[in-house]
C-alpha cells in the first residue's frame, strides 16, 4: 500500500513536469525580426499562406507547436542588410567613371517574399545573398551609367538612383528580397573629367569676388575721402568762428582796458587848464582813430587772409590724394584687364602650337610612311634581281659542271662572227686578186681560210677551257652561299 502511493504520488509531480518540458520542447517562437520555416510531417497543412503548397509552413511574430524529430524548424532572419558596391563603368561618353554605392535590403515581410528567400538562401552562408544582390545591382548600374552622361548623373543623382531601383525591384522580388534604400555616395573619375567641370564655375566666382571686393574698397575708399574733407570742412568752420569770437572777446577786452585812463582823464580835467584838457582830448582822439582805422582792420586781414590760405591748402591736399587713389585704382584695373587679355592670348597661341605640332607631325608620319614604303619596293625589286642573277650563275654553274664543251661551244658560236673576220684580216687591204686555177683556185683559198678559223677556233677553245673551269668553281661557291 505504500509502494503504491508513493507511486502515484511520484507519478502526479513527474508528470506534469514532463509535460511541461514536452511543450517548452515543442512550442516555437518567431522572433519580430525572423520567420520560421516548419518542414516535415504534416508541415503544409496548417495555416501560413503561400508556403502550405511548396511543402512547409511559415510563421511570423507568434509561436507554434512542432512534433519533435518528425518535424524540422529553421529560422530565417527579417532583418535589413547593407552592401556597398562599387562599380567601374563606362559613361555616353565614352569616360571611364567609379561609381560607389550603398543599398539597404531585406526578405519581404509577405509569404510569398518569403518563401522565395527561403527556398533560394534558407541556411545559406551571408556571402553568398550579398553576392547576388551586388551582381544584379552591378549589371544595372552599368547599363544605366552608359545611357547618361556624366553631367547628368552628378546633377541629378536621385532620378538616377531611381532608375537603378526600379530595374532592380523585379530581380530582387523574385529572390523574395525588398529594396528598402539604394543611394549613390559618389562618383569619381580617373581622368579628372569631374574637377574639370567645376574649374569654370570656380573661375567665374573668383572673378565675381574679386570684382566684388575691388568695388567695396573702392566705395569705401571714396566714402573715408568724403567723410575727411567732411571733416576738415568742419574743423575749417569751426576754427573761423573761434577766430571771430576771439576777435570780438578781445575788442571788448580792450575797450574795457581804456575805459579806466578815460575816467582818470575826465577827473584829472577838473584841475587841469582848459588847454590841457584839450590837448589831451585831442591826442585820445587821434590814438583811437588809428585803432580803428588802421590797427584793427590790418589784423582782422591778416587773419582772414592767414585762415583763407589755410582752408586752401587742406582742399588742395585732400584733392590730391583723392586724384592719387583713383589714378592707383585705374592701374590695378588695367593691369589686371591686360593680365587676362595676355593670359587669353598665351592660351590660344599654346593650342595654335599644339595644332601645328600634330599637323607637322602627322605630315611627317605620311612622308615617313610613303619613304619606308618605296624603300621597300625598292629592297623588294633589288632582291627579286639578284635572285635572279643567283639563279642564271646557277644554272650556267651547273650546265659549265656537266657540259663544258657545250658550253664552249655556245661561247664559241657566239664569237665566230670575230673569229672568221679575224681570220680574213689579211685580205682586207687587198683591193683585187687573181685565180689561176679557176675554181679550184677559188675553192682552195676558201678552204685555207675555213681552216684558220677552225685552228683560231681550236685555240679559242683551249684558251677558254681554264676560265671555264676557274668561273664554274667560282660561280658553284657563289651559288651555294646563303
Known amino acids: 500500500m505504500d509502494v503504491l502511493v508513493f507511486v502515484v504520488v511520484g507519478a502526479a509531480v513527474l508528470l506534469p513536469a514532463l509535460l511541461v518540458t514536452l511543450f ?24 501560413g499562406g503561400s508556403g502550405d503548397s511548396m511543402g512547409f509552413r511559415i510563421v511570423t511574430g507568434r509561436g507554434c507547436l512542432v512534433a519533435p524529430g518528425l518535424t524540422k524548424v529553421r529560422r530565417i532572419s527579417l532583418e535589413a542588410h547593407e552592401s556597398q558596391i562599387v562599380v567601374p563603368c563606362v559613361s555616353r561618353q565614352k569616360i571611364n567613371l567609379a561609381l560607389t554605392g550603398v543599398v539597404m535590403y531585406k526578405v519581404g515581410d509577405d509569404y510569398a517574399s518569403i518563401a522565395n528567400a527561403a527556398r533560394r538562401f534558407l541556411d545559406r552562408p551571408a556571402d553568398e545573398l550579398e553576392t547576388k544582390v551586388q551582381n544584379v545591382f552591378i549589371g544595372h548600374l552599368r547599363a544605366i551609367a552608359g545611357s547618361m552622361t556624366v553631367e547628368d548623373m552628378i546633377s541629378d543623382q536621385d532620378k538616377f538612383s531611381e532608375q537603378v531601383r526600379d530595374r532592380c525591384s523585379h530581380e530582387m522580388e523574385s529572390f523574395g528580397l525588398v529594396i528598402d534604400s539604394f543611394q549613390i555616395q559618389s562618383i569619381a573619375s580617373e581622368s579628372n ?17 574679386r570684382i566684388a571686393r575691388a568695388n567695396a574698397e573702392r566705395e569705401a575708399i571714396a566714402q573715408e575721402q568724403a567723410a575727411q574733407a567732411q571733416v576738415a570742412l568742419a574743423v575749417r568752420d569751426t576754427q573761423i568762428k573761434k577766430a571771430g569770437y576771439q576777435a570780438e572777446v578781445d575788442r571788448a577786452t580792450k575797450e574795457s582796458q581804456q575805459q579806466g585812463p578815460l575816467a582818470e582823464a575826465t577827473a584829472r580835467q577838473a584841475v587841469v587848464e582848459v588847454a590841457t584838457k584839450v590837448a589831451q582830448l585831442e591826442a585820445q582822439q587821434k590814438e583811437q582813430q588809428l585803432q580803428v582805422e588802421v590797427r584793427k582792420p590790418a589784423d582782422a586781414e591778416a587773419y582772414r587772409q592767414t585762415t583763407l590760405a589755410t582752408a586752401t591748402r587742406d582742399a588742395r591736399i585732400s584733392q590730391a590724394e583723392a586724384d592719387a587713389q583713383e589714378t592707383r585704382l585705374r592701374a590695378e584695373a588695367a593691369a589686371a584687364q591686360t593680365k587676362m587679355q595676355a593670359l587669353a592670348e598665351a592660351e590660344a597661341i599654346k593650342v595654335r602650337a599644339a595644332a601645328q605640332a600634330e599637323a607637322t607631325r602627322l605630315n611627317g608620319q605620311a612622308e615617313a610612311d610613303a619613304i619606308q614604303a618605296r624603300g621597300l619596293a625598292e629592297a623588294e ?13 646557277q644554272q650556267r654553274a651547273e650546265a659549265m659542271s656537266k657540259n663544258q664543251e657545250a658550253v664552249i661551244a655556245q661561247q664559241v658560236a657566239e664569237n665566230l662572227p670575230e673569229i672568221v673576220a679575224a681570220a680574213a684580216k689579211p685580205f682586207e687591204h687587198i683591193g683585187s686578186f687573181t685565180v689561176l686555177n679557176g675554181a679550184q683556185g677559188v675553192t682552195s683559198a676558201l678552204a685555207e681560210i675555213i681552216q684558220q678559223a677552225g685552228t683560231l677556233t681550236s685555240m679559242a677553245r683551249e684558251s677558254l677551257m681554264p676560265a671555264l673551269k676557274a668561273e664554274a668553281a667560282t660561280n658553284g661557291e657563289v651559288a651555294h652561299t646563303p
Do not use: T
Open 24 to 47: 517548452r520542447m515543442s512550442w516555437r517562437v518567431a522572433e519580430p525580426d525572423e520567420a520560421l520555416i516548419i518542414s516535415g510531417f504534416r508541415a503544409g497543412s496548417g495555416p
Open 381 to 393: 625589286s633589288v632582291r627579286a634581281r639578284m635572285a635572279a642573277e643567283a639563279a642564271g650563275i
Open 193 to 209: 573629367y569631374i574637377a574639370n567641370l567645376a574649374v569654370p564655375h570656380q573661375v567665374e566666382v573668383e572673378q565675381h569676388a
